[in-house]
């Protein structure tokens, strides 16, 4: 009896064992479960991302151009390392390590305009498309002035023409070229001093304007601290107020008199024209 029990139960089993191999039995977990493992696995699902914007670096702005010639343009700065002579200039690719070896090799051949410890003042500045470049102590390049290839004649003999702009140091002093590698980026006066600052130190160097400034008449004083041109004023006020033009025009007005105009900007970005007569300024004009 026991016997056909055994061999009856058997049977059941294996019945049910064939049922179940071709049976899909539905299994319901609970949904935290479900997301977490969905959650950690990628070879269950793969989810759709939308592909990043690529960065594109901005180009330097004409009001960025502007604040760097009125903030830079003129500062003075302690020397870290010497500057060579020369009228190629040197030049530092930014983001590099500076090449000391042919640092020290160009201030062997060329000389240096200035050491390790000196002040010196930044001259001039000039954009490129993919590099700045500046004058210290008036640039390595010795500037080209009319005067100075002019002479006078009378009874025979001659006399060169006086050049009050003549400077004795013209072409001693060194060119820094700024080397980005690609068009320039936008930029702030403190990120271009910071580039610079392989070279030049400009902490705790007060502008050498400061002094002159204070004896200024108070509306002139003002108009420097707001970095606007104030008629009345003259050509070395309104560089400490606003920094050098980035270009001029000289005509004459319907009376005959000769007027220069400075300008800031370019359009249709904002731009100002400061007009000058006699050296001062006669009228000031933005337009945005």
């Known amino acids: 009896m026991w016997v056909r029990y055994t061999v009856a139960l058997a049977s059941a ?3 049910c064992a064939g049922v179940w191999s071709h049976t899909t039995i539905p299994v319901i977990s ?5 997301s977490a493992s969905l959650a950690n696995s990628h070879a269950l699902i793969a989810f759709p991302q ?3 914007d690529p960065l594109t670096p901005a180009t330097l702005q004409p009001q960025s151009r502007l604040a760097i010639i009125r903030f830079v343009d003129g500062e003075f700065a302690k020397l870290v390392r010497p500057l060579p002579r020369g009228k190629q200039g040197f030049k530092v ?3 590099k390590p500076l090449d000391s070896s042919k640092l020290l090799e160009t201030v062997r051949t060329e000389g240096a305009a200035a050491n390790k410890g000196d002040t010196v003042q930044i001259t001039n500045i000039e954009f490129r498309s993919r590099e700045v470049v500046f004058e210290i102590n008036g640039g390595g390049k010795k500037h080209f002035h009319l005067r100075e290839h002019l002479q006078i004649g009378a009874g025979g003999s001659t006399s060169p023409v006086p050049n009050p702009d ?3 140091h013209d072409g001693q002093g060194s060119t820094l070229i700024l ?3 690609r068009p320039l980026p936008d930029m702030t006066p403190d990120d271009l001093k910071e580039e610079l600052s392989v070279f030049l130190d400009f902490s705790q160097q007060r502008s050498a304007a400061v002094n002159w400034v204070e004896t200024l008449p108070a509306e002139f004083q003002e108009g420097i601290k707001a970095h606007k ?3 009345g004023m003259d050509q070395d006020t309104v560089i400490a107020a606003m920094g050098r033009p980035d270009r001029k025009v000289r005509e004459r007005d319907p009376n005959g008199n000769e007027t220069e105009d400075w300008i800031y900007g370019n359009p249709p970005a904002k731009t100002i024209f400061v007009t000058f007569s006699s050296g001062k300024v006669i009228r000031v004009k933005e337009f945005d």
């Open 229 to 231: 041109a104030v008629e």
């Open 30 to 34: 609970r949904p935290s479960l479900v």
């Open 166 to 168: 003549a400077r004795p």
């Open 93 to 95: 690719s930014v983001g």
């Open 13 to 15: 089993l294996l019945l």
């Open 50 to 52: 939308k592909p990043a």
């Open 179 to 181: 080397d980005y590698g």
